[in-house]
């Protein structure tokens, strides 16, 4: 029987911002899922670096030629920017970023949580 996999947008992923959230993101996923895959993608209106985390209990293992397949079974015409080379090249991260993840050690909890500068909890103010 084969599982599923779980993918999240983890926020900020570039050199300076990964640490925001996408590090604990990654981490928290490393606590619940055997395997984890973070990847980036350069996002223009957001100026920088954006990341996900795919994650599953079964190894993600699909070779670029296996995954371009895939996608010519399942998309009807073609996509214009993801194939199975793109996708290996947006999970190789920055020599920076991988050795924050792997010594990030905060656990992404509602109690625990990181917000991305700019957003977060909004206390109500009495007038």
């Given at each position: 029987?084969?599982?599923?996999?779980?993918?999240?947008?983890?926020?900020?992923?570039?050199a300076?911002?990964?640490?925001?959230?996408?590090?604990?993101?990654f981490?928290?996923?490393?606590?619940v899922?055997?395997?984890?895959?973070?990847?980036?993608a350069?996002i223009?209106?957001?100026?920088?670096?954006?990341?996900?985390?795919?994650?599953?209990?079964?190894?993600?293992?699909?070779?670029?030629?296996?995954?371009?397949?895939?996608m010519?079974?399942?998309?009807n015409?073609?996509?214009?920017?993801?194939?199975g080379k793109?996708?290996?090249?947006?999970?190789?991260?920055?020599?920076?970023?991988r050795?924050?993840?792997?010594?990030?050690?905060?656990?992404?909890?509602?109690?625990?949580?990181?917000?991305?500068?700019?957003?977060?909890?909004?206390?109500?103010?009495?007038?």
């Amino acid at each position: 029987m084969h599982g599923g996999i779980f993918v999240t947008q983890a926020g900020p992923a570039g050199a300076f911002s990964h640490a925001e959230v996408f590090s604990c993101i990654f981490n928290t996923l490393m606590q619940v899922f055997k395997y984890v895959v973070p990847y980036s993608a350069h996002i223009p209106s957001y100026a920088d670096m954006w990341g996900w985390v795919m994650a599953s209990d079964y190894p993600i293992t699909l070779s670029p030629d296996e995954l371009d397949l895939r996608m010519k079974q399942r998309i009807n015409g073609e996509n214009r920017y993801l194939d199975g080379k793109t996708f290996v090249a947006a999970s190789i991260l920055s020599k920076a970023v991988r050795k924050s993840l792997e010594n990030e050690t905060h656990i992404y909890t509602e109690g625990s949580a990181r917000f991305i500068h700019g957003h977060g909890n909004v206390q109500k103010q009495n007038h």
